[in-house]
């Protein structure tokens, strides 16, 4: 057989490409003259970033609320939890919901191997967590199952 399949090549779903790209908290291009019209809910089923005045076209979405917490984009755990496995990403509290970042934080300096540390960026974690963000988690998995896939296609040949 020459080549493979396509589906052996792990691929992120585009809803996750565009919650994981997509600006949050800029004013939405569609309600420039309203107020409060900050670009912070996700649609899942339409991979696009809205506003609340977006909300009533939709209302039987599946949606994710992007929150701020040190001036980054989080969202709640349970919410995530839903849609894709959050195992092992670090897990932090504000206003009372248990958050995870979207996003790899910049770092003023790198882990020099001392405890525990991201798997993708060497951000320190506290234990048992292994990425610091779903973004770090999905990019690692992605990496490891391509080379996994690479590996199977040699062994065929």
Excluded at 53 to 81: A, K, T
Excluded at 110 to 122: A, Q
């Amino acid at each position: 057989m020459v080549g493979y399949a396509l589906s052996v090549v792990p691929q992120k779903p585009a809803w996750l490409e565009a919650l994981l790209t997509d600006q949050f908290f800029t004013p939405c291009s569609i309600h420039l003259e309203h107020k409060k019209n900050e670009v912070n809910i996700f649609c899942v089923d339409c991979s696009a970033s809205i506003c609340q005045h977006c909300l009533y076209s939709h209302r039987s979405h599946r949606l994710l609320q992007v929150r701020r917490y040190v001036y980054h984009d989080v969202i709640r755990l349970q919410d995530m939890q839903k849609l894709i496995d959050c195992s092992l990403v670090q897990t932090y509290i504000t206003n009372s919901a248990r958050v995870v970042f979207l996003n790899q934080r910049p770092q003023s300096r790198l882990s020099k191997g001392l405890g525990n540390s991201c798997e993708t960026c060497d951000r320190v974690l506290q234990e048992p967590y292994r990425y610091c963000s779903v973004r770090c988690k999905v990019r690692r998995l992605l990496y490891v199952n391509f080379c996994y896939a690479e590996l199977q296609l040699v062994s065929v040949m």
